[in-house]
């Protein structure tokens, strides 16, 4: 049974840090990709960043390139995601999920962060950047 957990969320001043976490339960190493997705009030879900499973590749939403760093302990089975630098306009309701399913594209692994493509999802934590 996959479960997924985020933590660390909380109200940070804008210019402020915070890590989130993602402990994850039953997603053994044929999983696919491990993602960030964020929903705002009103908004639809987006992709933030993922980390590949097959050989632990990240990639960023452009709107958190540079900011934002996805990284894994394996030991601990556990995602998480560095956020810096935020603003006002990163407050959301961040999940963390999952897939099992590949996704090739020209004969080549892609990573599209698009929630669609996400099998597992945890029940996600509220990040408020506010003064």
């Known amino acids: 049974q996959v479960q997924l957990a985020e933590s660390g969320g909380g109200l940070v001043q804008p210019g402020g840090s915070l890590r989130l976490s993602c402990a994850m339960s039953g997603v053994t190493s044929d999983f696919y990709s491990i993602g960030w997705f964020r929903q705002a009030p009103g908004k639809e879900r987006e992709g933030v960043s993922c980390i590949s499973n097959r050989d632990g590749s990240t990639y960023y939403a452009d709107s958190v390139k540079g900011r934002f760093t996805i990284s894994r302990d394996n030991a601990k089975n556990t995602v998480y995601l560095q956020m810096n630098s935020l603003k006002p306009e990163d407050t959301a309701v961040y999940y963390c999920?999952?897939?099992?399913?590949?996704?090739?594209?020209?004969?080549?692994?892609?990573?599209?962060?698009?929630?669609?493509?996400?099998?597992?999802w945890g029940k996600g934590t509220l990040v408020t950047v506010s003064s």
């Open positions: 999920a999952t897939t099992k399913q590949a996704i090739h594209a020209g004969g080549k692994y892609i990573y599209p962060l698009v929630a669609g493509v996400m099998d597992y």
